[in-house]
């Protein structure tokens, strides 16, 4: 199994995306990663925030400093490999529901916001346009979680964020609740696949809007499926604990019962990267190393699985729906365990997140919902 497969990665790169009176930032804060894309650049990070407790930096080119009042923070990928065997922090707050009053949720977002300012090669902010966040939410939670994650990325203050090597850059958070629009996930990834780069329907767009669309927007906390028949919505639905948290869970219980190792959700992501873990022999003094892809592609196998059972049941058997697209960060790994599932459906066509554009499928809520904003502001003349 290609644990790459699996494992967020780090990276900011340049790109043009249509823009128009609005600097235009979408974001997608993940319980595994947060995606962004904004009029010069996509960017990608894992959802880990790491206090640092001196001074110390490292000259790694992507690693991704923030700092404020309360003192200086490690984001993304460096973070989660600084976890250790006995570091339970954040375990239960960044998997919750209402992590957006956390520190670390915000850190987050204000580290997106100020990533997707930020000038390149491609493009400056010359006009100074005032900045417009799109970000979205499970389906099931909009109505009510809306006015909190609203709250979250326009929490007042003052900060510094730094990218490896470069200057720190100061940032006022100025951003006012009519700044931020959310909305559903899964209706993030129908807009991308509708829109080509420069916002405009594809081809290909009429011919898929008339047929019946169910997403699965599987991602690592939630699995939430979105159902469209005659272009109107009819499945709207968040499920708990059927995504990659689960499956790790699952290799975690298998690797408790060989070994009898308690692994942590944050250090099973670290040793998914690295591919192994150590088991250790306190009374023989002994070590060694253990390859843990076995483990994840049995616990892939069983959630996969069962996800596409229950999508079979919630779809009404798939009987109405024509196109059924995977997406999500787990999607996409999940993406031949769902063909295979479903290949006894002969009369139903199961296509990626990405159709129609070269970003990875991780991309394609963010990236629909950057299609969404930039449609409707300039539709509104604003």
Not at 189 to 209: A, V
């Amino acid at each position: 199994m290609d644990l790459k497969l699996f494992n967020t990665p780090q990276e900011i790169i340049a790109g043009k995306y249509p823009v128009k009176n609005f600097w235009i930032i979408s974001v997608d804060i993940g319980f595994s990663s947060v995606k962004g894309v904004a009029p010069n650049k996509r960017f990608c990070f894992p959802s880990y925030v790491k206090k640092m407790d001196s001074s110390l930096m490292s000259v790694d080119n992507d690693d991704i400093y923030y700092r404020d009042n309360d003192g200086m923070y490690l984001i993304g990928t460096k973070a989660q490999d600084l976890v250790r065997a006995d570091d339970t922090n954040d375990t239960n707050s960044s998997f919750d529901r209402n992590r957006y009053f956390t520190k670390e949720f915000v850190i987050l977002a204000r580290t997106a916001v100020a990533i997707g300012l930020m000038t390149n090669e491609e493009r400056g902010n010359q006009a100074q346009l005032r900045p417009f966040v799109q970000t979205g939410l499970p389906a099931a939670y909009l109505k009510a979680d809306a006015p909190k994650i609203k709250a979250a990325f326009s929490q007042p203050g003052s900060y510094d964020i730094k990218i490896g090597m470069g200057k720190w850059m100061h940032f006022e958070n100025t951003l006012k609740s009519d700044d931020i629009s959310v909305m559903s996930q899964p209706a993030g990834t129908l807009n991308s696949i509708l829109f080509d780069d420069n916002g405009e329907p594809r081809k290909e767009s009429r011919g898929i809007m008339e047929k019946n669309i169910i997403i699965a927007d599987i991602g690592f906390g939630t699995f939430d499926p979105y159902g469209v028949i005659n272009r109107e919505k009819v499945l709207e639905e968040s499920i708990n604990n059927l995504g990659m948290k689960k499956v790790l869970e699952v290799a975690s219980n298998y690797i408790y019962k060989d070994y009898n190792m308690d692994i942590k959700i944050p250090q099973m992501r670290k040793f998914m990267k690295t591919g192994s873990f150590k088991v250790v022999d306190i009374t023989n003094m002994t070590s060694k190393s253990v390859d843990i892809a076995p483990y994840i592609e049995k616990a892939c196998q069983e959630v996969a699985t069962e996800a596409a059972r229950k999508l079979y049941e919630m779809a009404g058997y798939f009987q109405d729906y024509d196109i059924l697209v995977v997406t999500g960060g787990t999607g996409a790994a999940w993406f031949d365990y769902f063909k295979s599932a479903l290949a006894g459906m002969e009369d139903l066509k199961i296509i990626p997140g990405n159709d129609g554009n070269e970003l990875p499928v991780y991309y394609a809520n963010a990236r629909g919902y950057y299609m969404s904003a930039y449609r409707r502001l300039r539709k509104a003349g604003n």
